[in-house]
């Protein structure tokens, strides 16, 4: 049968605590035996790496077969609670059989999804977690490791040199990429090398700060060899901000897999990426999910982590590199 997919956007206007609410899935949940309606429910939506979760969700949804319906809703800004409180609400509203949410605060979405899943709605998590098993599942990638993957790259690629490296992390309070500069930090550090790390410095999802932070940072420490951003938007303000710097030798490695971050990959100007497997989180989290709104069987386990991987210029065209990558649509 026809399966359609639609997307909703909406805008945060309040931040509404929703509590008085049991623990868990209810476990007397109808098996549904027809069309199934899900909502791919991100943090903030256009993004690449949301894409290609939507790819494997779809990709999914037509190998298991029959009529099932993807939203992709999410807040047109944010990655915060505050935007993304008011489009789970209205999501629950709207009554899916199914979410996969990808909760923008460990703490604070956990009385909100615990509304949906007390309306009846199945929950899987994917990319981030929350602080209690709320949901039926969680697939996400390993955030600390991939910190580690992109530290290893930096050692590999400075050599003997001698320098500072610096850290651009989004901010404070998100797990997500804190966990990223951790794991590269503690990599780094535990490393027998001549890297310096500078204070992680904050770009509040802003290429711009990024760019300003790349060159404020420059002018105090020239002799930076190093720098490595824990999203695409640092990503992005690296490569303008190191323009008209004259600085040269600088390794950039970024986290995530965009067609932007990919051509400056290609170009030259980021040594290293590292991709998430969004594609295979948004493919097994549907699998799930739609196997128990069937009645047909519970996740096998709670917690599934998919893989990282360091994407370069040398295996950027591997066919199973190219499978990770963050397109712009599905089509």
Do not use: W
Not at 118 to 130: E, H, S, Y
Not at 189 to 213: G, H, M, N, R, W
């Amino acid at each position: 049968m026809k399966r359609i997919v639609t997307t909703s956007v909406a805008t945060a206007v309040a931040v509404l605590v929703l509590a008085g609410c049991s623990s868990g899935t209810p476990d007397a949940a109808e098996p549904v035996d027809g069309p199934i309606s899900v909502s791919l429910l991100t943090t903030y939506n256009g993004l690449p790496f949301y894409t290609a979760m939507q790819c494997g969700a779809e990709d999914a949804a037509d190998e298991l077969g029959g009529d099932i319906t993807i939203s992709v809703d999410g807040p047109s800004r944010g990655m915060n609670a505050a935007d993304q409180i008011p489009v789970l609400e209205g999501v629950v509203n709207r009554g899916p059989d199914g979410i996969i949410f990808v909760p923008a605060d460990p703490v604070a979405m956990q009385a909100p999804l615990q509304s949906a899943v007390n309306a009846g709605i199945q929950v899987v998590t994917t990319d981030a977690t929350l602080d209690t098993e709320i949901a039926l599942a969680q697939f996400h990638g390993d955030n600390e490791a991939g910190g580690k993957l992109a530290a290893d790259r930096l050692i590999e690629v400075a050599g003997d040199r001698a320098g500072k490296v610096l850290v651009l992390d989004n901010r404070p309070g998100l797990p997500i990429t804190n966990e990223r500069a951790d794991g590269f930090i503690d990599a780094l550090s535990a490393a027998d090398t001549e890297l310096e790390i500078l204070e992680v410095q904050y770009f509040e999802d802003d290429p711009t700060k990024a760019a300003t932070i790349v060159q404020s940072s420059l002018e105090a420490n020239p002799d930076i060899v190093g720098i490595f951003a824990t999203s695409e938007a640092g990503a992005t303000g690296t490569v303008s901000g190191l323009q008209g710097t004259g600085a040269e030798d600088v390794s950039v490695i970024a986290y995530d897999a965009g067609p932007t971050l990919v051509d400056a990959l290609r170009a030259g100007q980021l040594d290293a990426l590292v991709a998430q497997g969004s594609y295979t989180q948004g493919y097994d989290a549907l699998i799930a999910l739609v196997r128990s709104i069937r009645g047909e069987e519970k996740p096998e386990q709670f917690d599934n982590i998919v893989d990282n991987a360091l994407v370069t210029a040398d295996n950027v065209d591997d066919p199973e590199i190219a499978k990770l990558l963050y397109p712009d649509s599905c089509s």
